[in-house]
């Protein structure tokens, strides 16, 4: 299977409100990761997507961004995020994806070189859900951290 | 029933998700409104409190103790969220609650003439999701606007 086919069943059996939500891995590349969810199990009292669903899964997208990247290069780490803005734009009245991306500035052979000297590294996301016709409905930017399960020479 | 038992009902009557998060409410003044979840639905991958279902009671949370506020003082208006920042401090390891109190220096007095005056008015409110022990496990700072439903003058 797929890094992202797995990536998609392990959310699904591993976080409860994943379910909920019905998220899907919909487009995986080394630049962006996206994330898809029907309205119907994200509405709010006004019929549009709910601002909890909406932020979970752009949270989802960046961490997974991050987590896909480790999985491709081999490394064993826990990723956590650290801190993020959101913002809301535009009301959002059908199915729905985040779609994230590292940061302007940010590479991964920073981060690689990063994690492979200290154990441990950091990096910013922008994740954004786009609207259907042009722009977005909300953005999130995210600070994350990758934490090395093994300690550094330890094999 | 009370103005919080009905805001219980209205939130898991409407919104999908705040019925997968088994979210309730814990306790409401004018100055806090106190969202509870259970972990068993709100678990991650780890083990502890998914960030999404943290970021969602805290964001429900500034979102009610508007919301509550304008139900108290008989104001017809749609509330919505425009911005937050969210702060990962510390894992969650078993179940949480979300508290909400107006930002420093807001007062309900202001946002209250300004809705009067213009037919909507933003505040910002401070949420935070407290530790078993001492400190907090997150915090989310969030600015919300309420527009009134019906114009100004027209009853």
């Known amino acids: 299977m797929s890094l992202s086919t797995d990536f998609e069943r392990d ?9 909920a939500m019905q998220l899907s891995v919909r487009d995986y590349s080394a630049d962006e990761l996206v994330l898809a969810a029907p ?16 932020g979970s899964l752009l949270t989802l997208a960046g961490w997974g961004l991050i987590v896909l990247h480790l999985r491709q290069t081999g490394r064993d780490c826990d990723v956590f995020v650290q801190d993020s803005q959101m913002r809301y734009l535009a009301p959002v009245w059908g199915d729905f994806s985040a779609h994230a991306r590292l940061g302007e500035g940010e590479t991964w052979q920073a981060f690689s070189e990063t994690l492979a000297t200290r154990g441990r590294a950091r990096t ?6 786009p609207l259907p016709e042009a722009g977005d409905a909300c953005t999130l930017e995210a600070r994350f951290v990758a934490i090395a399960k093994s300690p550094i020479g330890a094999g």
Chains 1, 2 share one sequence.
């Open 11 to 19: 959310l699904l059996a591993d976080i409860p409100l994943a379910r």
């Open 39 to 54: 309205l119907a199990p994200n509405v709010n009292d006004k019929g549009c997507a709910f601002g909890g669903s909406l």
């Open 124 to 129: 910013r996301v922008h994740c954004r859900v």
